[in-house]
């Protein structure tokens, strides 16, 4: 993911979270906002329930690879919150459901969009 695509500001999470409905699917909890701007940002958040930093660091890398495989819509902040169901997930489950859910939102360009 390019840092441009990445949403950090702590102010940014608690907006998104207070002011949008979470949409939940297996091990994942998306917050999603609409907003003005020609880009689309990400936040991934990693409990530590989830374990230590090492296993959460390395949940995150996988994420941002998934993430990185396809191209979204622009005009968006999404954040992803990670449940503690992930821990027991191989990493091609965990790529099926996620690009399951942000397909059902609607965030990923559809083929013919990339093509022109």
Known sequence: MKKINI??????????IKNNKPYKYKDYIIYLEKNTNDIYK??????????????????KRQLKSIIDKKDYQNNFNCII??????????FKQREENLLFALNNLNLIKEKEDEQK
Do not use: Y
């Open 7 to 16: 949403l950090k500001n702590s102010r940014d999470f608690d907006r998104i």
């Open 42 to 59: 990400f936040g991934l958040s990693v409990g530590k329930k989830i374990g230590n930093a090492v296993n959460r660091n390395k949940i």
């Open 81 to 90: 919150i990670v449940t503690r169901a992930i821990i027991m997930k191989t």
